[in-house]
Nanobody, 124 residues
Framework: QVQLAESGGGLVQAGGSLRLSCAVSRGPISSYTMSWFRQAPGKEREFVAAVFRSSRSTQYADSVKGRFTISRDNAKNAAYLQMNSLKPEDTAVYYC?????????????????RGQGTQVTVSS
């Protein structure tokens, strides 16, 4: 069983930065398309970013393009989400997902492996 563990969330002021990490218990991480989702209070969980299994190609939601960067470190079996220029509307629980699909899945429940989430709060 593969387990994912997110970390790095916290409270930050608008305009600040945070770096989220997702540790994968069993690799190699290059076997998975890694994605981040988020869910704000009262809203549905939404796709944020993904790095493709077969390459380092990435995909982002329009709302975070130019501000967030997803990456992975194969040696550490970990994926990351660097979040810059944070806005109050970025406040949410952020979740990491891993799947052996070759392209990112857009539905959270479709992911083979899913983390428990980490809270990000951006104050104005």
């Amino acid at each position: 069983q593969v387990q994912l563990a997110e970390s790095g969330g916290g409270l930050v002021q608008a305009g600040g930065s945070l770096r989220l990490s997702c540790a994968v218990s069993r690799g190699p991480i290059s076997s998975y398309t890694m994605s981040w989702f988020r869910q704000a209070p009262g809203k549905e969980r939404e796709f944020v970013a993904a790095v493709f299994r077969s390459s380092r190609s990435t995909q982002y939601a329009d709302s975070v393009k130019g501000r967030f960067t997803i990456s992975r470190d194969n040696a550490k079996n970990a994926a990351y989400l660097q979040m810059n220029s944070l806005k109050p509307e970025d406040t949410a629980v952020y979740y990491c997902g891993a799947d052996t699909a070759w392209v990112p899945l857009t539905t959270w429940s479709s992911y083979e492996y899913r983390g428990q989430g980490t809270q990000v709060t951006v104050s104005s």
